[in-house]
Structure formats: C-alpha cells, structure tokens
C-alpha cells in the first residue's frame, strides 16, 4: 500500500512569488491535512479537507489557500510569498471516521523563500 | 492555549539505557485521543502509539510502552533498551472529537542515544 506522497521535496522561490505544493493520500483516504513546521513554531495547523470541501482551518492568512480533488489529492498554494514562510510543510492522510485514527504523513515538501 | 506540553527538550542516553519521554496535555473534551510520533532526519512523521481517552489501559509494544494517566492529564512514552536507530525527535498530539482530525502537537523532545 503507498504511503502519503508529497512533491516536490525540496523548493527554493523568491520573496513575493507565490507556489503550489501537492499531496497524494494514502487510498481510500479522504481526509487530507497540511501542517507547517518550523523551529520557532513547531508544528501548525494549516486546514484540512475532506471530499473536497474544506473542514477545518487553522490561524493562517489568507495568503495560505488549499483544495482538493474528486481522487482526494490535494494542493496548497501560498501566495506573496515571505521570508517567514521558509518551512517544512507536512501533508496527513486519515481515514474515516475521524479522531480516531493516526494520520498517516508524508516526507514534506521543504520551501526556502529567498 | 497550548495543549500539549513536553517539557523535555533535548535527552542523551547511552545505547540500552531506558528512556521515557514526558507528555501533558489539556482538553475540556471528554473524548479525545493521544498519539506519539517520531521524525527522523527525513523529515516524515512515523506514527508510533495511539490511545483513547476512555482507555487507560496501558501496554507495551516491543521496545514500546506508554503510561496513560488521565487524572494527571500524562501521556508518557518509554523506549526500552534504547537503540541507535531511536535517535529522532518524538512529538505528542492530541487530537480532539469537536475538532475533528486537527491534531495539536507538542514541541518536541529530541532524543540521541549514543553508542
């Protein structure tokens, strides 16, 4: 069985640009988390979606956006992009019914913004 | 409001020592789950343990055991016979029922055993 698979792993853009990282779940899971890890931060909830439709959404601006698609692969995209953004991103897939069972994560999509 | 607190932010131990790694949390949920997970160098988080709050019961997997203390709001985690390969950072997270699969993850405690 895959696990969760995230691309690219490794990014370097430019202050004020914007960028899209992808994830695939695990199949059959229709729950897909992003979080945001940094030293300073630790690990932050982004959103999460489920059958496309966004579910829940943490203390982000507005500059953090994210959808997902009919096969429960999901993207986020992150726009003006700012120094402060330099971070892991860590994709969650999680199946049904929700709370209690583990999510299931990827290796992250390392973002450097210059 | 933090909630989840590991207080230890860095262990050494010497290869086969035990070590325990301390986790405190708070919800106002009355159900709520706990996990553990390990980040090696690569970045992805291995999921470890999982409990329940209606579950105190607490075993032991392999190398692995936990002391769930739900009067003491504790989750701690014990490697046993600690092994090089178990040098990573483990996080706590609580993930509660009105928040659906929002996981809330504590800083982290790095662990080096040394050979």
């Known amino acids: 069985k895959a696990g969760v698979t995230q691309t690219p792993r490794y990014l370097i853009k430019t202050r004020g640009q914007q960028v899209t990282l992808s994830c695939s779940p695990i199949?059959?899971?229709?729950?897909v988390s992003w979080y945001q890890q940094t030293p300073g931060q630790g690990l932050q909830f982004l959103f999460e979606y489920f059958s496309e439709t966004q579910r829940n959404k943490g203390n982000f601006p507005g500059r953090f956006s994210g959808r997902q698609f009919s096969n429960s692969r999901s993207e986020m995209n992150v726009s003006t992009l700012e120094l402060g953004d330099s971070a892991l991103y860590l994709c969650?897939?999680?199946?049904?019914?929700?709370?209690?069972?583990?999510?299931?994560f990827g290796q992250g999509t390392r973002l450097t913004v210059v | 409001a933090q909630k989840v607190t590991q207080a230890q932010t860095e262990i050494s131990v010497v290869e086969k020592e035990d070590v325990t790694l301390d986790c405190v949390y708070e919800?106002?949920?009355?159900?709520?789950?706990l996990f553990w997970y390990k980040q090696p160098p690569s970045g992805e988080l291995v999921f470890l343990i999982r409990?329940?709050?209606?579950?105190?019961q607490n075993e032991i997997s392999g190398r692995y055991s936990w002391n769930f203390q739900k009067s003491t709001s504790s989750f701690n985690f014990t490697i046993t016979a600690s092994q090089v390969v178990d040098s990573a950072v483990y996080f706590c997270a609580l993930s509660e029922t009105n928040t659906g699969n929002q996981f809330y993850f504590g800083t982290g405690t790095s662990l080096t055993v040394i050979p």
């Open positions: 199949s059959g899971h229709r729950s």
């Open positions: 919800t106002r949920d009355t159900t709520y789950y």
């Open positions: 969650a897939s999680k199946g049904d019914p929700p709370g209690n069972t583990e999510a299931f």
């Open positions: 409990r329940n709050s209606f579950d105190e």
